[in-house]
């Protein structure tokens, strides 16, 4: 009698089917989770930025005083919209979700592709309508520190990075936070390394806009100032150079620095429509979309150290 061959075997059985998508494309920030939001009432939030400062002095007896006011100028930070929909064909959501929900799977995948969007313009944003400014072009580029004028660029040093963390005066010198992708970090550590010290760790409480979770998480750390790895941050071309990276410090807070944006009618974060049909096919959408922006109150609470060698 013949042995039951394992081609009719598979015919009576069937692999395992793990619940859920793991996933795969995933980009290290932990940074945007750690940004304060300022909500507004308008399509953007509006500062008044001091220009000049407002004239004083000492005055002999019956000497005149100063009565120089300041200048002020206005800078406008446009909320952007970040949005996606989701369509499932009601076939599939009835007939092909006994393992997984085809709706409340593409949903939270969605979420995931519309957070991406909005952690890499924090970084990379370009301000041109519809997209709001992010970091690379808010900074000033008074505060830009070149680690080489050379085409081939300038290695990180410790005293660049001291260099870089001594440009943000926006609360009196104290830094909130220092910027760097992978690469930076491991030259960084390196250096650390080198002059006979361990790593620094700083602990720091997160709150993730886009999946509500909270907790609290180490990081590498210099002077105490946390440093967040984010591989939003890329190379860039630095006089005729390519390939060169770049590391930013700053200060967060409402008044002071660098804040995220929301309207005022609702908390942060990921809005999820209730579920609509489609005019055209038999299918069932949500739309997942996020209200958002950046804005820096200082110039002064921001700076960049730029062309630097990955070598």
Aim: hydrophobic share 40%; glycine share 10%.
């Amino acid at each position: 009698m013949a042995s039951l061959t394992m081609a009719q075997a598979a015919l009576m059985t069937q692999d395992q089917l793990i619940q859920g998508v793991a996933k795969h494309i995933l980009t290290v920030d932990l940074f945007a989770n750690t940004l304060p939001f300022v909500p507004t009432n308008a399509k953007a939030l509006v500062i008044n930025r001091e220009l000049t400062e407002s004239g004083s002095g000492f005055v002999d007896i019956n000497g005149s005083t100063d009565s120089t006011g300041a200048t002020v100028t206005q800078d406008s930070y446009p909320l952007g919209r970040i949005v996606g929909d989701v369509e499932v064909d009601d076939f599939e959501q009835v007939a092909m979700s006994s393992i997984n929900d085809q709706m409340g799977l593409q949903t939270e995948l969605k979420s995931k592709a519309v957070g991406r969007m909005w952690k890499d313009k924090i970084i990379t944003g370009t301000g041109t309508f519809p997209q709001f400014s992010g970091i690379s072009n808010l900074v000033d580029a008074s505060q830009i520190i070149e680690a080489s004028s050379t085409t081939s660029g300038g290695a990180l040093t410790l005293a660049l990075l001291d260099q870089l963390i001594d440009q943000v005066t926006a609360k009196d010198g104290e830094v909130d936070f220092i910027l760097m992708n992978a690469t930076m970090r491991r030259k960084f550590r390196a250096l650390v390394r080198a002059q006979g010290f361990s790593n620094e760790e700083v602990e720091l409480g997160f709150l993730d806009p886009i999946t509500g979770d909270r907790g609290t998480q180490k990081i590498h750390a210099y002077d105490g100032i946390p440093i967040f790895r984010n591989d939003f941050i890329g190379t860039e071309t630095v006089n005729s150079g390519s390939g060169k990276h770049r590391i930013y410090a700053g200060v967060y807070g409402e008044g002071e620095g660098l804040v995220a944006l929301s309207p005022a009618d609702n908390d942060p974060g990921i809005r999820i429509s209730v579920p609509f049909l489609s005019e055209t096919k038999d299918a069932t959408l949500r739309r997942v979309k996020m209200y958002t922006g950046l804005a820096l109150y200082s110039k002064k609470a921001l700076a960049k150290l730029s062309n630097l060698s990955a070598a």
